[in-house]
Every structure is written in C-alpha cells, then in structure tokens.
C-alpha cells in the first residue's frame, strides 16, 4: 500500500488523516476515501479504512472498502488486512481483527494472502490512475 501511504504523507500523515479524512475526486473513477477508524493503539498502530465510493438510491456504495491494521516503524509502515466490503454485492469478509493492544488476531491466513494481494494490485490501479496527483 504504499501508494496510499504516499498520499496520507502529501496530506499531513495518520494523524492528520485521523482528523480530517480525505476524499479524493478523480473523475471519472469513484470517489477515494481514506480515514482511520481506530488508534492510535499502545504499539503506535492505526486502523484505516480505504473506499471507493459512488451512491445508489442515495445511499453510499462501497466498491470496495478494505480496513487494515497499519504500523509504522523505522523500517517501514506494515499494511495488513482486516475485512473487505463491497456493498453492491451484499458482500463482507473479516480475515483478522486488532486485540485492543493494536495486534493482529488472524481469523482467515489464506483468505488474508488473497486480500493482501487484491489490495496491492488496488494500490498499483490507484496511482496508474492518477490519484496521487489529486
């Protein structure tokens, strides 16, 4: 996910995030929102949701959101996946939640190794897509 983490650094980094999540428009993709939902925790971690929106019925659509436990260290930030929703197909999978410590608690490992695959090609798309220049 580093091409999030570069737009979150472009925007004041986690904690700026925290406090103001950011929605980018980048027509004519859907909408890209990024905000934490949880944390910090003790070990410094955050709990980021990533979403494309658009709107149905006026209601909000995801396609897709995906959560994610990041960490930040000296040798680098460590995205890992939580859950994914895509609200146009009625679909939900957790593959981990966070202890109240800020640690992984990991409930699916395969359906985890897919998602975080899914999610690095969603992070490659997003900047192939410009969204780093909005």
Known sequence: ?????????QHGSFEAVRTHYLRLENPP???????VIGG??????????IAHYAEQNGDAMRDPE??????PSAEGTTWTPLTIE???LGAYQMVAEVTKEGLIKVKQSQ???????FANQWDHNLK?????EV
């Open 1 to 9: 996910m580093k091409h999030v983490q570069q737009m979150i650094d």
């Open 29 to 35: 993709f859907m909408r890209l929102v990024i905000e």
């Open 40 to 49: 910090p925790y003790p070990n410094g971690a955050y709990e980021l949701s």
């Open 66 to 71: 995906i959560t994610f436990l990041v960490v």
């Open 86 to 88: 895509n609200s146009y």
């Open 111 to 117: 359906a985890m190794n897919d998602l975080r695959d």
């Open 128 to 132: 192939e897509q410009g969204f780093l």
